[in-house]
T-cell receptor, first 115, second 110 residues
Framework: NAGVTQTPKFQVLKTGQSMTLQCAQD?????MYWYRQDPGMGLRLIYY???????DKGEVPNGYNVSRLNKREFSLRLESAAPSQTSVYFC??????????????FGEGSRLTVL | QKEVEQNSGPLSVPEGAIASLNCTYS??????FFWYRQYSGKSPELIMF????GDKEDGRFTAQLNKASQYVSLLIRDSQPSDSATYLC??????????FGKGTKLSVKP
């Protein structure tokens, strides 16, 4: 039972390079999310997708783009990486789509370093 | 904007003691409350959720919710060194997401 799978787990980029973080879930969840976690800052929402074909900005969307490729997959793209984007990125999925929230199931995380 | 406040700790308790973790939240209309545990270098994992005022028990864990005072707490009885982790208390957001505070680091000393 894979749950939420993220790739890659580790990545080092140079400033200005681009990359895509991939995420897939096998729980048939409608909602998917990308969070970043920085020391002393907690988990902050970057983008989310309430259903296939829809995406919306979260708290910290600048410098990122997302694609909800299908119900299973939700990718996060950094077009021109900056050192401020050095972080651990978590993909999550949930059955909940309405206000109030529900349990989030997290992937293992992707640790990104931008030099 | 909804916010969650937690004491970042570290909170240190001896093995076998009760660990008490607390959170306050800004939005009186919040309806769903969660406790997650996150080991160093790992992803958050759900401990329990609570929707109604009062206590909810699951094994050694008890979540307490007081909506009037806008706080939620987690008690861990008979704390074990394996309970050493960062504890997160997110609340439900407007789009099915969860809103997180900074987390409280718990250290249980043998």
């Amino acid at each position: 039972n894979a749950g939420v799978t993220q790739t890659p787990k580790f990545q080092v980029l140079k400033t200005g390079q681009s990359m895509t973080l991939q995420c897939a879930q096998d729980m048939n969840h409608n909602s998917m999310y990308w969070y970043r976690q920085d020391p002393g800052m907690g988990l902050r929402l970057i983008y989310y997708s309430a259903s296939e074909g829809t995406t919306d900005k979260g708290e910290v969307p600048n410098g990122y783009n997302v694609s909800r490729l299908n119900k299973r997959e939700f990718s996060l793209r950094l077009e021109s990486a900056a050192p401020s984007q050095t972080s651990v990125y978590f993909c999550a999925s949930s059955e909940a789509t309405r206000a109030g929230g529900g349990e989030l199931f997290f992937g293992e995380g992707s640790r990104l370093t931008v030099l | 904007q909804k916010e969650v406040e937690q004491n970042s700790g570290p909170l240190s308790v001896p093995e076998g003691a009760i660990a008490s973790l607390n959170c306050t939240y800004s939005d009186r209309g919040s309806q769903s409350f969660f406790w997650y545990r996150q080991y160093s270098g790992k992803s958050p994992e759900l401990i329990m959720f609570i929707y109604s005022n009062g206590d909810k028990e699951d094994g050694r864990f008890t979540a307490q919710l007081n909506k009037a005072s806008q706080y939620v707490s987690l008690l861990i009885r008979d704390s074990q060194p394996s309970d050493s982790a960062t504890y997160l208390c997110p609340i439900g957001g407007s789009q099915g997401n969860l809103i997180f505070g900074k987390g409280t680091k718990l250290s249980v000393k043998p």
